[in-house]
């Protein structure tokens, strides 16, 4: 089947930044967890998915079609929450939804009505008076109430308090249940996609390192922690190196493999998702 987003060769430079081209294909069914430290490229490459900015380079396809070509077709099916809001700060809540729904050709009321009710939204209070948290639900509701088949998110449970964001995760995971939508979720707070994600990937300073299904990242990987002595013999294992004065920390990709030449002379963790991004990132540290 084809994807529901599918980008080739996407590059975009500004000065002093450069997005590397990559590719990148998320199916139906899936949630993309899009990591990476601060300034790696993620808004960057959303914006461009959602022509905000130029891209320089490449091809992006949202539902099988170009995403300039067809904009007004693929954004009436896109669900957007971005960290920063979008909205007029002088509006009431009731009146930009009021405003924004005229653009949706699938908006629907009671879906939107029920999210107010969940979300406990002030419908008649204007967008500058709504805490961060409130204006991210507001957000949300509207992001999940026109049968959106892609949820773009840039950062969507930051300033979330962790209530809320247990929520957003439990109304992902419905939102999911029928297997033809898609969600790519950009953000810091990894343990949600610990909780959620399918796929992750992970961008570095522009380039994208690896996308790869979660799972995998959790039965192959492994942390190892050991004597300096023994970190000769796993060099060549190593995506990444933490020493001290007592030993090492390193993250390999084939724990199995260690597992098998080291045995008990090493200590073997599963990994999670901020150790591996962590590991990928800081190559070589000396703590
Ligand atoms: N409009 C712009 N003009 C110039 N440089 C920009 C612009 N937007 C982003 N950049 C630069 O591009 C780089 C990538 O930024 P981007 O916001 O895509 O990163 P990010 O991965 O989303 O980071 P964060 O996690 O901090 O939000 C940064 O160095 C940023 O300064």
């Not at 629907?108 to 008649?124: E, G, R, T």
């Not at 033809?180 to 979720?185: D, F, G, S």
């Amino acid at each position: 089947m084809e994807p529901i987003l599918d980008i080739k060769g996407l590059s975009k430079a500004y000065d002093g930044f450069q997005l590397k081209p990559f590719d990148l294909r998320l199916e139906r069914g899936s949630i993309m967890g899009f990591i990476g430290p601060n300034g790696a490229g993620k808004s960057t490459t959303i914006r461009a998915i959602m022509n905000l900015v130029r891209k320089d380079g490449g091809d992006i396809k949202i539902f099988g079609l170009d995403h300039i070509r067809h904009e007004q077709k693929i954004k009436d099916k896109i669900g957007v929450v971005f960290d920063e809001g979008h909205f007029y700060e002088d509006l009431s809540l009731h009146d930009t939804m009021k405003f924004i729904s005229r653009f949706y050709t699938q908006w629907d009321s009671s879906q939107f009505d029920h999210y107010v009710k969940q979300f406990q939204l002030p419908l008649k209070k204007k967008i500058k008076e709504l805490s961060k948290g409130m204006k991210m639900k507001f957000s949300l509701a509207i992001a999940l109430s026109h049968h959106a088949e892609l949820l773009i998110m840039d950062e969507p449970t930051s300033g979330l308090d962790p209530l809320v964001r247990s929520e957003l995760l439990d109304i992902l995971m419905t939102v999911m249940q029928d297997e033809q939508k898609a969600i790519l979720l950009s953000t810091h707070i990894t343990s949600d996609l610990d909780k959620i994600a399918d796929y992750i990937t992970l961008l570095h300073n522009g380039s994208l390192l690896f996308t790869k299904p979660k799972d995998a990242l959790a039965d192959q990987y492994g942390v190892v922690k050991g004597d300096l002595r023994q970190l000769p013999l796993l060099q060549e294992l190593c995506i990444g190196v933490k020493k001290n004065s007592y030993g090492f920390e390193a993250l390999v990709d084939d724990r199995a493999r260690v597992k098998r030449e080291l045995g008990d002379a090493v200590l073997i963790e599963k990994p999670n998702l901020e150790e591996i991004m962590l590991f990928y990132t800081r190559r070589e540290l000396h703590a």
